[in-house]
C-alpha cells in the first residue's frame, strides 16, 4: 500500500451542504487513478484516527487537481471535519487510489452507450467517469439519470449543464426531483424519485438500449429498482456496475451473534477486545483505540484483512468477495465472531 500527502489548493463550495477538496498532484510521486475510483482520506480527530474513502470527481488527464466532493452527513465525523475546518494549504495523509468501480476500456466500442445512475452524493463517481468517456470519446452517448431533493441540492448543476453543452447529442441528462418544481421548463426534468422504468422506455423507443452499460452510484433502494427494471428489459448483468457508499445488512444475518470477546494482534502487540453485539470486529477495535487498518468498510477494499487463526467468524453484508483474500482470512470491517475466543492476527 501506497501512501501520500497532499496539500489542498481548493475548497469550493457545490451546494448548501457539499463541497469539494481539489489537492494538488505532487511533483514527483504522481497520484494515477481511473475515473470512478475512490481516495482514502485520513485524519486525527480529537486524538483518534478516522479512515474515510472519497470517490474522485475529478477525471485523469482532464483535471489538473486531485477532486473529492464531500456531502455532509448529520452526526457524521469526518464529512463535518472536513466541510467546517479543511482549508487551502493544509496537508491531508491518503492512501493510494482503490476501487473496482471503473470503465472497463477494453468493453466499449464505438457504439455503446453510458448509462449512469445516481442520487445525491453518488454523483461523484459518475461525474468523473462521464467527463472522462466523453473527453475521450470512448462512447456513442453517455446519459446521466440523476436524482435529488431539488434544483438547490443537485452537486454539479453548472456542470453538468456544461457537459450539456460542450458534447450536445453525445450527452443527455434526466433530473428527478422529490421536491415539486415551481415551474419546470426542462422536459428531462421530472418529479419524484428515479423512475428507471420510464427513462429506459424512452431510450429503448429512441433504440439507445442495445449496447448499454450502466454503472450505479446511490442508496440500495435506486440500485435495486435500477437493476430489475433493466433485467426486465434483458440488459446482462455483465454490464451492470454499482458503487456502495455504505453497507446495508439484513438483520435477520445476525441471528446467533452475542458480544464476544476476541483477541486482535496487531503490529506483534496482542489486545483483547470486547465486540458488542451489532458492532464489527474493525469498528470495536477502533473503539478500544487500536489504529486498525481499513479503508472502504463495506467490503471491497481488503484493506482491513486479517487471519482468523482460533474461532469462527461470519462476514456479513459482502456483495462480493474481494479477490486476494487468502483462505482463513476475512475481511475484518465485515466480521462479527461466531464463538467465545476468537483469535485475529493482523500483519
Ligand atoms: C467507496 C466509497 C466512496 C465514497 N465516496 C463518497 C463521496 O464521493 N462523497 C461523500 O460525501 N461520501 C462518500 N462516501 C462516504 C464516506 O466515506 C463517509 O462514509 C461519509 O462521509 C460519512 O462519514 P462521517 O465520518 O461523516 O460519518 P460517520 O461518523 O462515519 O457516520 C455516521 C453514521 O452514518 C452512517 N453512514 C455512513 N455513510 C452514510 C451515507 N452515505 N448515508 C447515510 N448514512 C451513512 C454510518 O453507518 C454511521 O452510522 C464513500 C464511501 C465509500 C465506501
Ligand atoms: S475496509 Fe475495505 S474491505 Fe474492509
Redesign the pocket.
Given at each position: 500500500m501506497r501512501f501520500f500527502t497532499l496539500k489542498v489548493v481548493e475548497v469550493r463550495t457545490e451546494t448548501a451542504d457539499?463541497v469539494t477538496v481539489a489537492f494538488k498532484q505532487p511533483g514527483l510521486k504522481k497520484v494515477k487513478y481511473q475515473a470512478g475510483q475512490?481516495l482514502t482520506l485520513m485524519f486525527r480527530i480529537n486524538g483518534r484516527r478516522?479512515i474515510?474513502?472519497?470517490?474522485f470527481?475529478s477525471a485523469p488527464l482532464i483535471d489538473v487537481n486531485l477532486e473529492?466532493?464531500?456531502?455532509?452527513?448529520p452526526?457524521?465525523?469526518?464529512?463535518?471535519?472536513i466541510i467546517d475546518t479543511l482549508k487551502v494549504d493544509d496537508m491531508v495523509e491518503v492512501m493510494e487510489p482503490m476501487?473496482d468501480?471503473t470503465l472497463n476500456e477494453a468493453a466499449l466500442t464505438p457504439s455503446t452507450h453510458i448509462v449512469l445512475w445516481g442520487a445525491g452524493?453518488g454523483i461523484?463517481?459518475l461525474m468523473s467517469i462521464a467527463k472522462y468517456a466523453l473527453h475521450k470519446n470512448l462512447a456513442a452517448h453517455v446519459t446521466l439519470v440523476y436524482g435529488n431533493r431539488n434544483a438547490e441540492s443537485v452537486i454539479f448543476l453548472d456542470k453538468i449543464k456544461a457537459l450539456q453543452t460542450q458534447f450536445g447529442s453525445h450527452f443527455s441528462a434526466w433530473h428527478f426531483h422529490t421536491q415539486p418544481a415551481i415551474a419546470p421548463e426542462n422536459p428531462n426534468l421530472l418529479q419524484g424519485r428515479i423512475n428507471p422504468e420510464k427513462v429506459l422506455s424512452v431510450m429503448k423507443s429512441e433504440d439507445k438500449l442495445a449496447n448499454t452499460i450502466h454503472y450505479i452510484c446511490g442508496?440500495s433502494g435506486l440500485k435495486e429498482s435500477v437493476r430489475a427494471a433493466l433485467t426486465g428489459l434483458g440488459v446482462s448483468v455483465n454490464n451492470v456496475y454499482s458503487?456502495?457508499?455504505?453497507v446495508v445488512r439484513d438483520p435477520a444475518e445476525f441471528e446467533g451473534i452475542i458480544t464476544r470477546s476476541v483477541s486482535v494482534t496487531l503490529n506483534g502487540v496482542t489486545n483483547r477486545v470486547e465486540v458488542v453485539k451489532g458492532k464489527s470486529i474493525l469498528e470495536a477495535g477502533l473503539d478500544a483505540l487500536l489504529d486498525m487498518p481499513y479503508s472502504?468498510?463495506?467490503g471491497?477494499c481488503l484493506v482491513c484483512k486479517g487471519r482468523v487463526v482460533k474461532g469462527g467468524v461470519k462476514m456479513i453484508g459482502v456483495q462480493k468477495l474481494p479477490e486476494g483474500l487468502a483462505k482463513g482470512e476475512s475481511l475484518l470491517c465485515s466480521s462479527f465472531p461466531l464463538t467465545d475466543g476468537c483469535v485475529i492476527e493482523i500483519d
Open positions: 457539499t475512490y478516522y474515510r474513502p472519497y470517490s470527481s473529492v466532493t464531500i456531502k455532509r452527513l452526526g457524521g465525523v469526518v464529512s463535518n471535519h476501487g468501480f452524493s461523484t463517481p442508496p458503487e456502495d457508499f455504505e472502504c468498510q463495506t471491497n
